[in-house]
């Protein structure tokens, strides 16, 4: 295979620049050959090539030209990188056509070695040694892909592109002399010409270094190569750059801090600067001035993702619809800054006062950052790097000597480690609502911002906070753009009959939640008294019962809760599906957290009057929420119905009715066809009880429902200060569950008579709970006419009526089932709902 006739007008260049992780071994350097031949093989035409060393080289290089003028002897570390580059030659070609290759290395490297000689003679290793001994690497990394390619029947040329690139370094970086590095391509790519008969298919040139106007070899810093892959852009007047390194393109925050980070699919060349000047691993400003100059597209790609389309760069990015969550692109920050202030009354209406600030910083070589101003002009206060704050400091005190000492302006107040979080996008300008959503995410997660600076253009605001707040800021500002604000990162602690249901039937509607209505309900942790099972993102809802089984977390509940807890996600839920009153007792401390807290366990709520007021006053902002309906009728809305009575001014005299599921079915199913003992054990065998069913019979449950009724009515009732009349017979209060179950045939006959007197007066029996304003409390076994509400009740039915001065007359009724862990489960459900509805 040859394509050495290839013919095509400088237009339909493209060019691929490869950083180091692209080449970092035999295996990286096929990939790029093969990714270099799939684009030959769709005809594009011509391809220029611009490489970095291979990952580490460069360092190891600095390394020895720093240490050349101290050390005695770096044999050994050039025998070592002679070692690296000859193994990476031989493993990827025959030995006929490695063999010029290893030659030129040797030349190499007794070169390296009589400069580094001669820099240990003269005990000074000036920029000029460390330049020309730093692009090294680049030059060995692009001969051993030419010559790879040539392999491969292409007819690919290495060029040096020391011979070609002439700059001046200036205060702001290298400066590119575009005419005579011009010329100088023209003049080389005339040599392939007439030497090689036609211009080649790929020319594999080397990043990141260049010669002065002397032709004396040069860098051009620190990811130069993606400047050599621009400037080769602009001198071929590309049809697009392509830069692949080992991400699928720009992400719109950094993965690390914020894992729900998106790929970004396009950028304008301004936000890509904006991002890349605020630290987002993305591209060099630099980089991007010759191919905006020119209208060439860049695209970000994945060197090991190679199909992936990545980000693409150009005059506009994608075009937005006006929302919140399209005018904003990305967020970058960057740490280690510190904040200086400069404040005084004789600054207010004097001109000339920033001038002298900021002269004074440029004389001082001292890089600003960050500058903002109130419209009071009795400060300015501006961000630098935190290594330049002492001679910002003095550089500023120095300038305003005079006025200092005369009492008109202070001393430079510096506000030591602090970062600086920078918000990004073309569409937010015009857009409102960017600031108040920006700002607001931060105050929900409890960030302080010490300065704000945005410009005219609004495609920038930038917020200085503390460096230890610059994660959290970063993870909250992101989740108030990039997550629904109907997201929510949910715990459920207690996984039996209620906490397993409302899994399954989260595992069921999850996804139509999320594509219908955008609520994004992540379940990220799940715990019982054996494990914990914890995700990043969610748990897969499908398998969790195997999961948790498998699982080696060893139960922790404030490591649960920490994971749970996150920064960059909306809200946070706990959701207690157990009776513990261990679990009860932290909820305080997770609303104190800002985190909602969903639960049917009751514990909590019939606490100490203390504890419940706490937990009250806790909810009583705008966040968390304490949300617990479920902890009296299951599903049904019978808290919410008392609430919305208290609420609107209605007098509530008694609250009375039917609350537990069990004791319901028990006595509509009681008609002596069966005996009480023989229902019960009915009961219990499909699961209708509590594993004890004398939980059921002695009235506990129904009186901790009654003291929350009471509660909320705004009662300070407690559990002692209700009467209960329980089912228990005293001798049977004690033992385990089966001695319970076969002694209790042994009472049916005193129940059989309770119920015959009731039916004698055309009655039936119902187990009911009732407080009145005054406080009196009462849990016992009542007689009711067949006519009344509480008779005409079915199965597991609860029934509550509410007597109040507007329903005095005809009492309020709500009724429905009220028990069973579906029904409770889907209770807990439309709790975690209401947080994000």
Request: hydrophobic share 40%.
């Amino acid at each position: 295979m040859t394509h050495s006739d290839a013919s095509t007008t400088p237009s339909d260049w493209t060019v691929y620049k490869f950083g180091g992780s692209s080449l970092a071994d035999p295996a990286c350097i096929r990939r790029v050959v093969n990714i270099i031949s799939d684009q030959q093989s769709a005809e594009t035409g011509p391809l220029a090539v611009v490489v970095s060393a291979m990952k580490g080289v460069t360092d190891k290089l600095l390394t020895l030209a720093e240490r050349a003028p101290g050390a005695d002897a770096m044999e050994e570390d050039l025998v070592g990188l002679r070692t690296d580059q000859r193994e990476v030659v031989t493993e990827l070609l025959p030995v006929d056509q490695a063999a010029p290759l290893l030659r030129t290395l040797d030349q190499d490297i007794n070169d390296l070695t009589d400069v580094l000689r001669a820099t240990h003679l003269m005990r000074t290793a000036p920029d000029t040694v460390q330049d020309l001994v730093a692009g090294y690497g680049e030059i060995w990394s692009a001969r051993t892909l030419a010559q790879c390619l040539q392999a491969e029947g292409y007819n690919a040329r290495f060029v040096d592109a020391r011979d070609v690139v002439t700059v001046t370094h200036g205060q702001l970086g290298p400066v590119v002399d575009w005419e005579r590095t011009r010329e100088r391509l023209t003049a080389l790519r005339e040599s392939f010409d007439e030497r090689d008969g036609g211009s080649p298919d790929v020319l594999v040139i080397t990043g990141f270094i260049a010669s002065t106007p002397d032709g004396v070899p040069t860098t051009l810093g620190r990811n130069g190569s993606d400047f050599s892959a621009a400037i080769f852009a602009a001198l071929l007047e590309a049809m697009e750059l392509h830069i692949w390194s080992d991400v699928n393109g720009v992400m719109s925050a950094d993965p690390r801090y914020v894992p729900d980070a998106q790929q970004l699919d396009t950028l304008s060349y301004e936000e890509a600067m904006e991002l890349a000047y605020f630290g987002a691993r993305i591209i060099h400003p630099r980089t991007l001035q010759p191919v905006l100059e020119h209208e060439i597209p860049v695209t970000i790609r994945n060197t090991f993702a190679s199909d992936h389309p990545g980000t693409r760069i150009h005059l506009d990015g994608e075009p937005t619809d006006g929302g919140l969550n399209d005018a904003v692109k990305g967020f970058s920050t960057i740490d280690n800054v510190a904040l200086l202030n400069l404040e005084g009354t004789g600054m207010i209406g004097v001109p000339g006062i920033a001038r002298r600030l900021f002269s004074a910083l440029e004389d001082a070589d001292i890089s600003v950052i960050v500058i903002s101003q109130g419209s009071s002009e009795h400060s300015i206060c501006f961000a630098v790097p935190e290594d330049q704050a002492d001679r910002a400091r003095q550089a500023t005190e120095e300038a305003f000597y005079s006025e200092r000492h005369q009492g008109q302006v202070k001393d430079v107040d510096v506000t030591r480690n602090c970062s600086v979080l920078a918000v990004v996008g073309d569409g937010m300008s015009g857009t409102p609502g960017v600031a108040s959503t920006f700002f607001g995410a931060l105050g929900k997660a409890g960030v302080n911002v010490r300065a704000i600076a945005q410009g005219a253009s609004e495609r920038n605001i930038s917020a200085v906070v503390d460096g230890a707040d610059a994660q959290r800021a970063l993870r909250a500002a992101h989740a108030g753009f990039y997550l629904s604000a109907r997201t929510l990162s949910v715990g459920i602690i207690g996984v039996g009959n209620v906490g397993a249901a409302l899994l399954d039937q989260l595992a069921a509607q999850v996804e139509r939640l999320r594509t219908e209505r955008r609520i994004d309900v992540r379940v990220r942790g799940i715990a019982n008294t054996s494990g914990m099972l914890l995700d990043e993102h969610s748990i897969d809802l499908q398998n969790w019962r195997e999961a948790l089984t498998e699982t080696q977390e060893v139960p922790d509940l404030d490591a649960f809760v920490d994971h749970v807890r996150t920064d960059y996600h909306p809200h946070t839920a706990i959701v207690d599906c157990t009776a513990s009153g261990t679990v009860a007792g932290t909820y305080a401390e997770w609303l104190g957290r800002g985190i909602h807290v969903v639960t049917p366990n009751k514990r909590a709520n019939t606490a100490s009057w203390d504890q419940y007021r706490r937990l009250q006053q806790l909810t009583r902002g705008v966040t968390p929420s304490y949300l617990y309906e479920t902890t009296v009728g299951a599903g049904l809305p019978i808290l919410q119905t008392l609430h919305n009575l208290v609420q609107t001014g209605d007098r509530v005299h008694r609250v009375e009715g039917i609350l537990s599921g069990t004791l319901s079915y028990l006595f509509n199913a009681f008609d002596e066809t069966r005996t009480f003992s023989a229902i019960l054990k009915q009961a219990k065998d499909a699961g209708f009880t509590e594993p004890d069913p004398r939980d059921d019979l002695s009235g506990m449950d129904v009186a901790r429902k009654v003291v929350i009724l009471a509660r909320e009515m705004g009662l300070p009732l407690d559990l002692s200060d209700v009467a209960v009349d329980g089912l228990v017979p005293d001798e049977l209060k004690d033992g385990d569950v089966d001695s319970f179950l076969d002694r209790l045939p042994e009472h049916d006959d005193r129940m059989t008579d309770i119920l015959r007197t009731a039916q004698a007066q055309g009655e039936v029996l119902r187990f009911v709970g009732s407080v009145d304003r005054d406080g009196e409390a009462l849990v016992q076994l009542q007689r009711y006419p067949k006519e009344h509400a509480f008779a005409r009740i079915s199965h597991t039915d609860n029934i509550v009526r509410f007597q109040t001065d507007r329903y005095q007359q005809n009492p309020l009724i709500v009724q429905g089932p009220g028990a069973g862990p579906e029904v409770t489960a889907a209770g807990v459900f439309a709790d975690l709902l209401r947080l994000i509805a």
